[in-house]
């Protein structure tokens, strides 16, 4: 039994967002040899929108709907009203504010935003490039490669930053008619996602019917990750930064569907992910080795520099 534990605080019903503080928690825990316990924050109204500038005063026994069984050794926390609650604890607690907490960053121990929210170069400050995520190499093991080349694409969908139109899967689907002629042994593995519009996969069943082509139908598991791994190439929408992140650990050739997303966090994702070779916009020239792109044990090895006396 260790006497150290690892408390998660994250906004409730923040898969995405639980999921990136899971994949710090877990191997942080391992080498602190610590436990890692959960609380989904879920704050009245009255409290949720106040701001860290205010809450970071109040004293912790009046902290709403909330209490610790015991003192954590440290706190991750990630999402608007997680910030409100690790801003005060942070006083007494080494706290770790994951993604950006739109306050300053000297509320918190460390903070580790991506770099395309530009919360700036601070001395707590431990930038990311994308997502953290748990995959390693072991996530993407395949049982057997093809003798085909392999172009696994790996579709998102629609979110706030953009809809698909019938448009997008025909244009997708003429670019890899084009990358088969190059390919007369090509395969294509197509894995949709929950978000990815009915018509657009139906749209891919009939442009493609004539190309070695297997289109996940979303029974049984994903094979998203075996496809990564079967991979000679991938091709990724580019609405999704944290699947874009995913694809780029393996340091395989990954081009980006560009999509007209014009939000300005998106376009600096873009600039830094492609400046740094770990991938290229479709149709554009591929660098000479593309990088793997392993933030989370970049990030591991700093933290565990900064936090060695707990």
């Known amino acids: 039994m260790t006497d150290r534990t690892i408390t998660i605080l994250c906004d409730k019903g923040k898969i995405g967002t639980l999921r990136q503080c899971e994949a710090l928690a877990k191997p942080l825990a391992q080498h602190l040899c610590a436990e890692v316990n959960y609380i989904d924050v879920d704050l009245p109204l009255w409290f949720k929108w106040l701001t860290p500038h205010v809450t970071r005063h ?10 610790l069984d ?14 409100l609650l690790a801003a005060p604890l942070a006083k007494q607690i080494l706290t770790i504010a994951l993604l950006n907490p739109r306050c300053p960053s000297d509320y918190f121990t460390i903070v580790i935003p991506p770099q395309h929210d530009g919360v700036g170069k601070h001395q707590n400050v431990i930038e990311t490039l994308g997502a953290l995520h748990p995959h390693n190499e072991s996530s993407f093991a395949i049982d057997k490669k093809s003798d085909a080349y392999t172009i696994s694409v790996l579709l998102g ?23 088969a002629s190059a390919h007369p042994n090509m395969q294509l593995l197509i894995s949709p996602s929950r978000r990815t519009p009915q018509n657009g996969i139906k749209i891919l069943q009939s442009e493609l019917i004539d190309i070695n ?24 929408t580019g609405d999704s930064i944290s699947m874009i992140s995913e694809v780029c650990y393996l340091g395989k050739p990954v081009e980006i569907w560009k999509l007209p997303i014009k939000n300005e966090r998106f376009l600096h994702f873009y600039g830094a992910i492609t400046a740094n070779k770990h991938a290229v916009f479709a149709n554009d020239k591929w660098p000479a080795v593309f990088k793997p792109l392993r933030e989370l044990e970049r990030v591991l090895s700093l933290l565990l520099k900064r936090i060695q006396h707990i």
């Open 58 to 67: 109040w004293p912790i026994k009046f902290l709403p709907t909330f209490k």
């Open 70 to 83: 015991s003192r954590p050794s440290l706190i991750i926390a990630a999402g608007r009203q997680a910030f």
């Open 157 to 179: 969908g629609n979110s706030k930053h953009y809809t698909y139109k019938d448009a997008d899967f025909v244009e997708i689907a003429r670019y890899l008619k084009k990358k």
């Open 213 to 236: 082509a297997t289109i996940w139908d979303g029974t049984g598991t994903n094979p998203y990750f075996n496809y990564i791994g079967s991979a000679d190439e991938i091709l990724v």
